[in-house]
Nanobody, 113 residues
């Protein structure tokens, strides 16, 4: 079955960087777009960034020019490089195939001021 496992979260000071990873299985990874989402306490889950099978990327305005989504099809992994982190980036981050509904457990990112 479709599975995704996120990792790489942690506690970082404002202005710092983190790289999240998402390992996928159960589908032909290279054929599908992937997305990173986040959910802060009391908020709905929001889309942060997407990458198509061909490598085209899109970002939410709130993270544009700070976050970079990428993928390694050989490793079946999608990444989210997060730079210039702000306290408002604090959330649980999730990845998901854009074509399947399976969610992982997420990885916590906490940015201290």
């Amino acid at each position: 079955q479709v599975q995704v496992v996120e990792s790489g979260g942690g506690l970082v000071q404002a202005g710092g960087s983190l790289r999240l990873s998402c390992a996928a299985s159960g589908f032909i990874f290279s054929l599908y777009g992937m997305g990173w989402y986040r959910q802060a306490p009391g908020n709905e889950r929001e889309l942060v960034a997407t990458i198509t099978s061909g490598g085209t990327t899109k970002y939410a305005d709130s993270v544009k020019d700070r976050f970079t989504i990428s993928r390694d099809n050989a490793k079946r992994t999608v990444y989210l490089q997060m730079n210039s982190l702000k306290p408002e980036d604090t959330a649980v981050y999730y990845c998901k195939s854009l074509s399947y509904s399976s969610w992982g457990q997420g990885t916590q990112v906490t940015v201290s001021s």
